[in-house]
């Protein structure tokens, strides 16, 4: 399949009204008429882009990989769906393929769901209520009203299929054609299921178990092979997507499988060293920091971070030291401060200049923020 959104110029976000604008352009520039007959194959091209992006469900389907044509036009049961196998009928031709069967594959859906970061830490099983459909019981998919068939399209004989002469400039040639009166199904259900319409499914609820792996990312994509809708006439059960989202952490932030969170430090604990108990996705922690503690430091604890979703093992959590300065001293504070001042000869410190942004703190963040 070739890549839609470059065939429009478009970005893949782009919104409906600049895929519809970036068609209207090309179309008008491409179009047959304007630019000659070599020009047809990028013009169907350009038109077979915009149909599949315009339209939001078939975009759904063709970002997450899948056919467009596959789909149907969704919540009505689609009228497209009889009219592709109509044309896929008439396009087989030659009247060698039989009647076209009821019976299609359903369509694929997706589903988005929010985790929270522990969730997307350690794994997480969700049961999820899914709006689909499912095989008609009464009917089980005949469409029928128990009792009743199909009756043969006496249009067809149940072929399905009709040949007609028609005018063409090559002559006069024989051409087969889907058979209008059956659609191509070469019978026709003249008593219909009256519990799903004769569409041999209905709607439901259902509830769908997800397991969502440890180290998922936000925004990846679990495939629920055969938990989609059940097609028309109890046709296969399309595919069931589920979007993972994962919910802002108030503390932590994530980058790759490790966590980054920063804590403040009293410039006498920085100084002298301490334990600091900390509030992990684990419970409780312990960390060290060790006397000397600069501003900036970054201290890690291994194996905090969110499990690898390929193998064992976890990312690490990274604490951000910020050492704070007292603002408010009072008299004793003071003097205890001009004391150790003192005694470290820092009454009256040397300039030591260094360029903006080049100092070593810096490249620490930089590493830490991802460049
Ligand atoms: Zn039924």
Redesign the pocket.
Known sequence: MSDYYATLGVSRDASTEEIKRAYRKLARQHHPDVAGPGSEDKFKEIAAAHETLSNPEKRQMYDMGGQPGMGGAGAGFGFSDIFETFFQAAAGGGGSRGPASRARRGQDALLRISIELSEAAFGVTKDIEVETAVL?T??????CRPGTSPTTCEVCHGRGSVQRMARSFLGQVMTTTACANCSGFGSIITDP????A?????RTQRTVRVNVPAGVDDGTRIKLTGQGEVGPAGGPPGDLYVEVREKRHPLFTRRGDDLHCTTELPMTAAALGTVLELDTLDGARELDIRPGTQPDEVVTLRGLGVGHLNGGGRGDLHVHVQVSVPTKLDEEQERLLRELAGLRSEERPEARLAPAGNGVFSRLREKFQGR
């Open positions: 008609c009464t009917c089980q998919g005949s469409c299921c009256t519990e799903c004769g569409e041999g499914r209905v």
